[in-house]
């Protein structure tokens, strides 16, 4: 008997060792493979910034991944310049032009830069105690390097946000130890442009639950993107009424159908509806000392507003869970205080 148990029980741990290791490489960024190096022809390697030359028959690690952004993803800052003549060789892949050393711009590993789908986006990048925001212009290569169109210099690491001088600056880094940092940085999301409000026709804007109506002349943001989804996402729930005749307008963008308010729906701000990708899902939403969950069935608009189609409401906030009275209800808030609370949520 006691044989017995023990071969299961060492059986029993083999096998979660197993999934243990499993899971760990499932969530980590391995090698895809090494090139070798080869000295550079002279003068073809621009040594400015500390910049690292290959070497012959040294082997580089290359990268197609880098680890898993979060809201604070560990990253080393490196020093690059994306000037004519610097050491970041030709113009930047994002828009095919060079960028001053007083603008804040980085590069980011492959896997962070992800195919160009970050170009021209802010990140907000933190490190000596200090945080700033810089715009993704170039792409650091992590799989490729050694060659004429890499200034012979090897590949990227899988987790380098190559910035320029100006973020050194920012982070007030003294220039003597510019080069090398440990940092986090997360995704930024910054207005994309404003419109202008104009006051709604007499009767078109429906008030219920405190919504407001557009103001004319009043600049109002539109935003094309949410702050990062964490386990614990930070937002403002607001109220809305998702039935026919409430002020939540026409019918569910997901389903084409109305709500009851008995019913725990909310809408997600642009960013996190994220094209529908949500749709019919529900989420955990925590505020007041509870959690509930609640089912996504619209967008809420943070794009456009002040028109008929948005029931001339201004765009929402890129930060917004809009939640029917079931859900206001669910976290035990007092009716007299329902309309704006800050609650994290997460994907249920």
């Given at each position: 008997?006691?044989?017995?148990?023990?071969k299961c029980?060492?059986s029993l741990?083999?096998?979660l060792?197993?999934?243990?290791?499993?899971e760990?490489?499932?969530?980590?960024?391995?090698?895809?493979?090494?090139i070798?190096?080869?000295n550079?022809?002279?003068?073809?390697?621009?040594t400015?910034?500390d910049s690292?030359?290959?070497?012959n028959?040294?082997?580089?690690?290359?990268y197609?991944?880098?680890?898993?952004v979060?809201?604070?993803?560990?990253?080393?800052?490196?020093?690059?310049?994306?000037?004519?003549g610097?050491?970041?060789g030709?113009?930047?892949?994002c828009?095919?032009?060079?960028?001053?050393?007083?603008?804040p711009v980085?590069?980011?590993?492959?896997?962070w830069?992800?195919?160009?789908?970050?170009?021209?986006?802010n990140?907000?990048?933190?490190?000596n105690?200090?945080?700033?925001q810089?715009?993704?212009v170039?792409?650091?290569?992590?799989?490729m390097?050694?060659d004429?169109?890499?200034?012979?210099?090897?590949?990227?690491?899988?987790?380098?946000?190559?910035?320029?001088r100006?973020?050194?600056?920012?982070?007030?880094?003294?220039?003597?130890?510019?080069?090398?940092?440990?940092?986090?940085?997360?995704?930024?999301?910054?207005?994309?442009?404003?419109?202008r409000?104009?006051?709604p026709?007499?009767?078109?804007c429906?008030?219920g639950?405190?919504?407001?109506?557009?103001?004319n002349?009043?600049?109002?943001?539109?935003?094309?993107?949410?702050?990062?989804?964490?386990g614990?996402?930070?937002?403002?729930?607001?109220?809305?009424?998702?039935?026919k005749?409430?002020?939540?307008?026409?019918?569910?963008?997901?389903?084409?159908?109305?709500h009851?308010?008995?019913?725990p729906?909310?809408?997600?701000?642009?960013?996190?509806?994220?094209?529908?990708?949500?749709?019919l899902?529900?989420?955990?939403?925590?505020?007041?000392?509870?959690?509930?969950?609640?089912?996504?069935?619209?967008?809420?608009d943070?794009t456009m507003?002040?028109?008929?189609?948005?029931?001339?409401?201004?765009?929402?906030?890129?930060?917004?869970v809009?939640?029917s009275?079931?859900?206001?209800?669910?976290l035990?808030?007092?009716?007299?205080?329902?309309?704006?609370?800050?609650?994290?949520?997460?994907d249920?």
């Amino acid at each position: 008997m006691n044989s017995f148990s023990s071969k299961c029980l060492g059986s029993l741990l083999f096998a979660l060792l197993a999934m243990s290791c499993m899971e760990v490489q499932g969530q980590s960024c391995r090698p895809s493979g090494r090139i070798r190096g080869k000295n550079p022809p002279p003068g073809q390697c621009n040594t400015g910034d500390d910049s690292d030359c290959c070497k012959n028959g040294q082997m580089y690690p290359i990268y197609k991944c880098s680890p898993p952004v979060s809201g604070h993803t560990r990253a080393h800052l490196t020093l690059n310049s994306f000037a004519k003549g610097g050491d970041g060789g030709g113009p930047s892949e994002c828009d095919n032009h060079y960028h001053s050393d007083d603008t804040p711009v980085v590069a980011l590993s492959t896997g962070w830069f992800d195919n160009m789908s970050r170009c021209h986006r802010n990140i907000k990048i933190y490190g000596n105690g200090r945080s700033t925001q810089a715009m993704v212009v170039d792409e650091c290569d992590s799989t490729m390097g050694c060659d004429e169109e890499h200034d012979y210099q090897p590949p990227c690491d899988n987790d380098i946000v190559d910035a320029s001088r100006a973020v050194w600056e920012a982070l007030g880094v003294s220039k003597d130890n510019w080069g090398w940092l440990d940092i986090t940085w997360s995704d930024s999301c910054r207005p994309s442009g404003r419109i202008r409000g104009k006051n709604p026709p007499p009767g078109q804007c429906n008030t219920g639950d405190d919504s407001d109506c557009c103001k004319n002349g009043q600049m109002y943001p539109i935003y094309k993107c949410s702050p990062p989804v964490l386990g614990h996402t930070r937002a403002h729930l607001t109220l809305n009424s998702f039935a026919k005749g409430g002020d939540g307008g026409g019918p569910s963008e997901c389903d084409n159908h109305y709500h009851s308010d008995d019913t725990p729906v909310v809408a997600l701000s642009t960013g996190w509806f994220d094209n529908m990708s949500r749709c019919l899902r529900n989420i955990t939403i925590y505020g007041n000392g509870r959690s509930a969950q609640a089912m996504v069935v619209d967008e809420c608009d943070s794009t456009m507003g002040c028109d008929e189609e948005h029931d001339y409401q201004p765009p929402c906030d890129n930060d917004i869970v809009d939640a029917s009275r079931a859900v206001w209800e669910a976290l035990g808030v007092p009716k007299d205080n329902w309309g704006w609370l800050d609650i994290t949520w997460s994907d249920a």
